[in-house]
């Protein structure tokens, strides 16, 4: 069972699903979420989307603002630039980092389409039904929902940062609290398609002394949001917004101002029982670094195969306890760098922040968790400043093409299932019982082979070809 329809619960279910586990959502609106927020996925989300068949989906959602990757700067929309495109040091394209782009989407464009997604793959979805309370013993889960009351074998909590589920289990959060100023975003609508026309801009930060905020693309033509600093929602926004925007914008109309808060604040236990936090349930950070649904869409997928696993037999309970001991350092990184970004679009990148291909395309090593001979023994590091993936143990997989047409990459090779990636004569490898896949790829010394976990991850890498099987049965019965 999911709790929450929200985008970490809608990819959660439809990752269940993908493994053919039967999940119930239950989401206590009658809708998906009206407000805009999220709008950038980044290349590792588009990968979990690929896996399960929805990348292309989610690319034709985007495409409104297909074109919008620039930043601007101005006193005024009307006098704003756009910024050159910045690229990460020694990126190259994107393309050659993931097999897959990414992408600005709001998130009330994209949760719909998770949602008629999820419907389709054949989850129980109930919006209007709040989850009040739940008990759970060492069989399962009860939740009380309004006049039923649904069993389930576990219970994942996304749903937000002010989770219900985080709540009733008692677990506390830890970070750097409130981060900087309160701020208003202002949604509003105004057809702009002929100011912004040439200068097309994600955001765009605007500096008039009585007006100053960030403008944010949400269609790219028609609906915007502005945020302001402060928290004093009851302004007169229309003329505020017509002083920054410099045009007479006479269609103007105000959809809704928010007061909101930049927090860093991580749970300090993702799992308890049978129950597990995933999304802002258990991390929520300033949305800078736009990592906050990023990093719930990879929990999802985390979570997602060991569920599987456990429920079908091939694993026992114990390995849901990697959960945690993965994705909470994860959280924890991602919500510590976002909380060091700088929201000023002009101001010189931080050196001695993660290179933002870390955080993009799933560069983040786990210290420790469901895999043998990572850092916590011994094993190679990887770098943080730089992006520098190389198939190190407890990473995912390096992103290599696999075919000329470039249709199917390395990052294809896992998931649902496990797999073995191998330098040289697969038959060497095949008493696993796992896909053999012979690549020809930088990252892959003499004679190795790599133990690639449903989610790509690099399980164990060695020469040993007897060693597989053996490591993935010490893994799945820890
Ligand atoms: C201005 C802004 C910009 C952002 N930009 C980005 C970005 O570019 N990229 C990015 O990755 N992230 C961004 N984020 C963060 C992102 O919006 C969140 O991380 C994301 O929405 C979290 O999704 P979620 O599903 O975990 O939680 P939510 O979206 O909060 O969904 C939780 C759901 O659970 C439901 N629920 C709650 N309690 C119950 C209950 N008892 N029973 C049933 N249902 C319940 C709620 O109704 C809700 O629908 C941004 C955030 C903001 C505010």
Redesign the pocket.
Known sequence: MV?????????TALVLRHHGVDVTL????AT??P?P??????MR?LEVFREIGLAATVHEAARDLAQHDHMATGRTLAEAEQLPLWRPPGSGASMEVSPELPC?VA?DVLEPVLRAAAEGAGVDVRFN????SFTQDADGVVAELDGARLRAAYLVG????????RTALGISRSGRGAIGEP?V?VYFRADLADVVRGREFNICQLDHPEAPGAL?SVDGRTRW?F?APGDEVDRDWSTLLRIALGVPAPDLEILSALA?QPEMRVADRYSQGRVHL?????H??P?FA????????VDAHNLGWKLAAVLSGAATPELLDSYDTERRPAGWFAADQSSRRSRDLAAAPDPTLAHPFVLAAGGFQYPAGAFVGGPAEGGEVEPVTEFAPAGRVGTRIPHRWLDADRTSSTVDIGGPGWALAVADDPRRWQDNGLPVHRLDVDFLRAGEGLLLRPDDVVAWRGTDPSAPAAVQEKLLHP
């Open positions: 709790v929450g329809g929200g985008l970490i619960g809608l990819t239950v989401e206590k609106r998906t979420s407000q927020k999220a709008r950038r996925f980044n989300s600005l998130q039904t709040p989850l009040r996304a749903d937000g940062a002010h989770s219900t589920v701020n975003n944010v949001v945020m909101w995933a999304g802002d349930a258990a929520v950070m949305p736009a990592s906050g649904a990023n990093t719930g869409i």
